[in-house]
T-cell receptor, first 116, second 112 residues
Framework: NAGVTQTPKFRILKIGQSMTLQCTQD?????MYWYRQDPGMGLKLIYY???????DKGEVPNGYNVSRSTTEDFPLRLELAAPSQTSVYFC???????????????FGEGSWLTVV | DQQVKQNSPSLSVQEGRISILNCDYT??????FLWYKKYPAEGPTFLIS?????DKNEDGRFTVFLNKSAKHLSLHIVPSQPGDSAVYFC???????????FGKGITLSVRP
């Protein structure tokens, strides 16, 4: 099972460049998320989506954009890369939020982005 | 403001001994707590969770304890194995539709 797949795994960007991190999931999950993890820090939510055509901001949305045209795909766009966006990015998906049912979020393997 | 705190950045334990990973929280609205395990170059994976209506949940070698009055939870791993060496994130949820709030993580090293 593929689960959550994100690409690229590694990327070096120059300041001011733009790029898109791709994320796709094959579990038919409604909810998808983008997190970033800075060194020595926990995961911070950038954007999330509760279903196709619906997106919303998380804790740290500035400098990013997302779209959700299909249930499977949730790309993250960096328009003008800045050194502060150097981080590890994780895409994730879940059947629902509110994990009282014991459901879990599934994470991709991460994308290492360096802005120089 | 860090709502989920993992104040110890690292822990080193001998194989076969108990590992105790601590987590504190400040938001009294949190009602569901989870632990995630993360190996290098991989995404976090779910380990164990606990609802605020319980004070203990056990799954094999892993037990999570919740002390609501102290706003504290801990993950016990007994016995610890070298394969348990990883970063462990504590996370919390406030309500049915809220999102996960993560702590900074603790790096556990289990020495053979």
């Amino acid at each position: 099972n593929a689960g959550v797949t994100q690409t690229p795994k590694f990327r070096i960007l120059k300041i001011g460049q733009s790029m898109t991190l791709q994320c796709t999931q094959d579990m038919n999950h409604n909810y998808m998320y983008w997190y970033r993890q800075d060194p020595g820090m926990g995961l911070k939510l950038i954007y999330y989506s509760v279903g196709a055509g619906i997106t919303d901001k998380g804790e740290v949305p500035n400098g990013y954009n997302v779209s959700r045209s299909t249930t499977e795909d949730f790309p993250l766009r960096l328009e003008l890369a800045a050194p502060s966006q150097t981080s590890v990015y994780f895409c994730a998906s879940s059947y629902r939020t509110g994990l009282h049912s014991g459901n879990t979020i599934y994470f991709g393997e991460g994308s290492w982005l360096t802005v120089v | 403001d860090q709502q989920v705190k993992q104040n110890s950045p690292s822990l080193s334990v001998q194989e076969g001994r108990i590992s105790i990973l601590n987590c504190d929280y400040t938001n009294s609205m949190f009602d569901y707590f989870l632990w995630y395990k993360k190996y290098p170059a991989e995404g976090p994976t779910f380990l164990i969770s606990i609802s605020s209506i319980k004070d203990k949940n056990e799954d094999g070698r892993f037990t999570v304890f919740l002390n609501k009055s102290a706003k504290h939870l801990s993950l016990h791993i007994v016995p610890s194995q070298p394969g348990d060496s990883a970063v462990y994130f504590c996370a919390a949820i406030a309500g049915a539709n809220s999102k996960l709030t993560f702590g900074k993580g603790i790096t556990l090293s289990v020495r053979p």
